[in-house]
């Protein structure tokens, strides 16, 4: 729109002036609130741009608009995503209605506080009642108050080139670059405050100041406060100055003594690097060491062993360009590429019914749910029609879509950045015409990627893909299940030292050990393949009795059960020769969902599941075990510091009944189809226990049906109290994943602590010791459903402790089976009573082999 009305702006901050093309934040660079100019801060006072009323002011006090009596409105907008700041680091000096006159104070940020928070402390200036302007002496540095920086109507033009004249020196001096060293004194390196007081010596000439942090490589003009925070520097970085302009050698004496003296901060204490002797780091005294032996340590995210050649996997994506072809063509194409990965997606769930992973097919209908959620398609919308390309549109959008998702005070949807991401590659590699799913993989290959997400997991072609590490990604991840479903060795957290070793590399692949062995000899490789084999064989044997009950030589029985999620696992339990669940995770139920499962839903679930493993093999169903590590969007937690320690598992259903008396009526419901038991997680104290029970207590009485209820035991506080529980519930199935983190204090997933999560401690044992001898004086059972149930080499010091269930993993069931029936129960006594009186896991471990 033209407009005859003439104003010009004057800058709010100081700092560099640019076009809102420019600004970091697409929307605004794309002119979806108006035309405009977007200024780096080198200040933090936003002062009034021109005369008016204030018309908004946003309650975070990180934008505020200005009415100008001809009716144009101006929005200052402070940083990119400071509205999630919620008024923190912000101050406003004027209220909505107040008047302003130019240069009056309107807010003012702590550009520390708000500079460590945001994405950018950029601050955008838009008339967002459409008129449009010309920005004034664009690029350069303005003072807040006093530049011009914008001008609208009908003789912007003559105003802004008249402005642009008087800018320019009348003698141009000649231009010199010189260059110093410098050894940053600031305690905390070259935060907001030093930066800023850096900035205001620097505006004092007409020279270009550029620092590079000679640690790290990183560079920035020093004209920005972010842009130098940036640089990530620390008391004694090495900092190289170039100045260049026609007063560079008076503005490198003055930065230098503003460096010299601190930049504003108390330097005293500074001690120079080289009276700093640099000590040898010592290798760590516990745990594997990187590159030991060519291993390369890791934690296990689905078990397995496999020997091939490494293959490293970039993300990289093509280039593409930024301007559309034209608004219609580049909508046109974006609907196909959408389209495209909705079929996609399609295709997906259906390979993974087919493969009976289809249980796991959630995680891709939620993705196709995303494709249908105008969010992200609306931003690509708006920018295709500034003119962008398709690709371009959309890539920014997803990013940034991803990037708000993040940092929203939800861990549920920060979580979903990660599908967002996956689901935005999908539809951009469509876009390019990128088919990876055509790369050819060698045979035996060993991928190794910086983290693989589920639909990556799912696509990969398994005749040639035999194991997977990477850098980065969690033990527990969606990924993670879904390889362990496909029976594909997955290690995380390897040291990022893999990337030294070439495509081709000869590896093995040892997760259950947790390392990659690179170079391995001839000799390990034959160990391996022996390994293999003879794990092979077994495995081949015991399917072959799978349904034989698991007896041991001297005439005792212990029931082997297995850990489901799903109804497809419960049919292959049944085929490898379940005697009954012993874990049954409802959470699966309600993940990758945008809302709690309906009761009919829920019933189905259960009924399904019930009457696949049929009245004489009891289903243990425990209630839903999530919390702050494991989020639903339909369940808003607070971030927590220790979500382990925090809102999770029963203490979700005491705080939340409505949730909780929902599934328990589910189960009940769902009952007459089989044998269901109820089991709460997480208990932690008998109070606990009491509420939940009472809650089943009067639903049973509602439905009339009974079903037995038990408690894990994954607490230590549990265990120590067992004789007590014991007296209250019907079972114990111990969760030794927890139990062992919570015992020892090492988190499970801990990238480099998880392999001492040992659950053949003494100490853990010594507790499953104190909870079978509570239960059974009692006359109740106890199990095990951890993942210590699964191990083989576990099994006789179990079955001595006189563990009566093992719930273990479905593939391991055969095996652990044929390992009971190899044992005799007299001298698994014994190892159990001798295990106890040691003081180390691996001590344990020799006296079970
Ligand atoms: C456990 O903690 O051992 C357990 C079985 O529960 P989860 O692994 O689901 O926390
Ligand atoms: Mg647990």
């Given at each position: 729109m033209t407009s005859t009305v003439t104003l010009s702006l004057v800058a709010p901050l100081s700092g560099t002036l640019r076009s809102i093309d420019e600004s970091v934040d697409p929307v605004f660079a794309g002119r979806l609130i108006g035309d405009g100019v977007a200024i780096d801060p080198a200040d933090s006072v936003v002062l009034a741009p021109c005369e008016g009323t204030i018309s908004q002011l946003h309650d975070a006090k990180h934008a505020v608009a200005i009415k100008t009596d001809a009716g144009l409105e101006i929005l200052i907008h402070v940083g990119v995503d400071t509205v999630v700041l919620k008024g923190e680091g912000f101050e406003a000096f004027v209220s909505i209605g107040d008047k302003v006159t130019v240069g009056q104070k309107l807010l003012s940020f702590d550009a520390e506080v708000v500079g460590a928070k945001a994405a950018s402390l950029q601050t955008a200036i838009m008339i967002t009642t459409g008129e449009t302007g010309v920005v004034i002496n664009q690029g350069s540095k303005v003072t807040a108050g006093q530049s011009k920086v914008f001008a609208i109507g009908d003789n912007a033009e003559q105003e802004a080139a008249s402005l642009v004249s008087e800018a320019v020196p009348a003698v141009q001096q000649e231009s010199i670059t010189l260059v110093e060293p410098f050894v940053l004194k600031n305690p905390v390196g070259l935060h907001a405050r030093p930066s800023a007081t850096l900035i205001q010596i620097i505006k004092r000439f007409n020279s270009d100041v550029t620092i590079l942090n000679r640690d790290n490589s990183k560079e920035c003009k020093a004209n920005s406060l972010t842009a130098m925070m940036g640089l990530s520097t620390v008391m004694g970085s090495n900092l190289e100055i170039t100045v260049t302009g026609p007063d560079a050698q008076d503005a490198m004496t003055a930065v230098l003594e503003g460096f010299e003296s601190g930049l504003g901060e108390d330097v005293s204490g500074f001690v120079a690097p080289t009276t700093v002797e640099a000590e040898p780091e010592e290798a760590p005294l516990l745990g594997p060491v990187e590159g030991e032996d060519g291993r390369l340590p890791g934690v296990k995210a689905a078990p397995g062993m496999a020997i091939g050649k490494l293959r490293h996997l970039e993300h990289e994506l093509p280039s593409y360009p930024e301007a559309g072809v034209g608004v219609a063509d580049e909508l046109g194409q974006l609907d196909y590429g959408i389209q495209q990965a909705r079929e996609a997606l399609q295709k997906l769930v259906s390979k993974m019914e087919a493969e009976h992973v289809g249980g796991h097919a959630e995680v891709f209908v939620a993705h196709q749910q995303l494709l249908d959620d105008p969010a992200i398609s609306e931003r690509a919308h708006k920018l295709i029609e500034t003119g962008k390309s398709a690709m371009w549109a959309w890539h920014k959008s997803f990013l940034a879509e991803a990037d708000d998702m993040r940092k929203l005070d939800n861990p549920m949807l920060a979580a979903r950045a990660i599908d967002v991401e996956d689901v935005g590659l999908l539809v951009l590699r469509v876009l390019m015409g990128i088919d990876d799913a055509n790369e050819q993989m060698p045979e035996n290959t060993i991928l190794c990627l910086e983290d693989i997400t589920p639909s990556e997991v799912v696509t990969l072609d398994r005749s040639r893909v035999i194991g997977i590490v990477t850098l980065h990604g969690g033990a527990t991840s969606h990924a993670a299940i879904l390889a362990g479903s496909l029976g594909i060795p997955y290690l995380v957290n390897v040291p990022a030292s893999v990337r030294d070793y070439d495509n081709g590399t000869d590896v093995i692949l040892n997760t259950n050990k947790g390392y990659v062995l690179v170079n391995p000899t001839?000799?390990?490789?034959?160990?391996?393949?022996?390994?293999?084999?003879?794990?092979?064989?077994?495995?081949?044997?015991?399917?072959?009795?799978?349904?034989?009950?698991?007896?041991?030589?001297?005439?005792?029985?212990?029931?082997?059960?297995?850990?489901?999620?799903?109804?497809?696992?419960?049919?292959?339990?049944?085929?490898?020769?379940?005697?009954?669940?012993?874990?049954?995770?409802?959470?699966?139920?309600?993940?990758?969902?945008?809302?709690?499962?309906?009761?009919?839903?829920?019933?189905?679930?259960?009924?399904?599941?019930?009457?696949?493993?049929?009245?004489?093999?009891?289903?243990?169903?425990?209630?839903?075990?999530?919390?702050?590590?494991?989020?639903?969007?339909?369940?808003?937690?607070?971030?927590?510091?220790?979500?382990?320690?925090?809102?999770?598992?029963?203490?979700?259903?005491?705080?939340?009944?409505?949730?909780?008396?929902?599934?328990?009526?589910?189960?009940?419901?769902?009952?007459?189809?089989?044998?269901?038991?109820?089991?709460?997680?997480?208990?932690?104290?008998?109070?606990?226990?009491?509420?939940?029970?009472?809650?089943?207590?009067?639903?049973?009485?509602?439905?009339?049906?009974?079903?037995?209820?038990?408690?894990?035991?994954?607490?230590?506080?549990?265990?120590?109290?067992?004789?007590?529980?014991?007296?209250?519930?019907?079972?114990?199935?111990?969760?030794?994943?927890?139990?062992?983190?919570?015992?020892?204090?090492?988190?499970?997933?801990?990238?480099?602590?998880?392999?001492?999560?040992?659950?053949?401690?003494?100490?853990?044992?010594?507790?499953?010791?104190?909870?079978?001898?509570?239960?059974?004086?009692?006359?109740?059972?106890?199990?095990?459903?951890?993942?210590?149930?699964?191990?083989p080499a576990a099994v006789p010091v179990l079955v001595g402790l006189g563990v009566q269930e093992l719930s273990v993993s479905v593939p391991a069931i055969p095996v652990v089976k044929a390992r009971v029936r190899s044992l005799n129960y007299e001298q698994c006594q014994q190892i159990a009573r001798e295990a106890l009186t040691l003081s180390l896991a691996e001590e344990v471990r020799q006296l079970s082999a």
């Open positions: 001839q000799e390990e490789i034959g160990r391996t393949v022996a390994r293999q084999e003879r794990a092979a064989t077994e495995h081949e044997e015991a399917l072959k009795v799978a349904d034989q009950p698991a007896v041991t030589q001297d005439g005792h029985h212990v029931e082997i059960a297995a850990n489901i999620a799903n109804n497809d696992d419960a049919e292959k339990a049944v085929k490898m020769g379940a005697e009954a669940v012993g874990l049954l995770r409802s959470e699966f139920l309600y993940m990758e969902r945008a809302v709690e499962p309906s009761m009919d839903e829920q019933v189905k679930a259960y009924e399904a599941i019930l009457t696949t493993m049929g009245k004489d093999r009891p289903v243990i169903i425990r209630t839903l075990d999530v919390g702050g590590d494991k989020p639903l969007a339909y369940l808003p937690l607070p971030r927590e510091e220790n979500p382990f320690l925090g809102e999770r598992g029963v203490r979700i259903g005491i705080n939340r009944p409505t949730m909780l008396r929902k599934q328990v009526r589910a189960i009940l419901q769902a009952a007459h189809a089989g044998y269901a038991r109820i089991m709460f997680p997480m208990v932690s104290s008998i109070d606990e226990f009491r509420a939940v029970k009472k809650l089943v207590l009067e639903e049973q009485e509602n439905s009339g049906v009974k079903v037995e209820v038990g408690i894990m035991i994954e607490v230590p506080s549990a265990a120590l109290l067992a004789d007590h529980f014991a007296k209250e519930v019907d079972f114990f199935s111990i969760g030794t994943n927890d139990l062992t983190q919570y015992t020892l204090a090492v988190d499970r997933g801990h990238p480099k602590l998880a392999a001492r999560v040992d659950g053949l401690h003494p100490a853990v044992l010594r507790l499953i010791d104190m909870t079978v001898k509570a239960a059974n004086k009692e006359g109740k059972w106890t199990g095990i459903c951890g993942s210590l149930a699964s191990d």
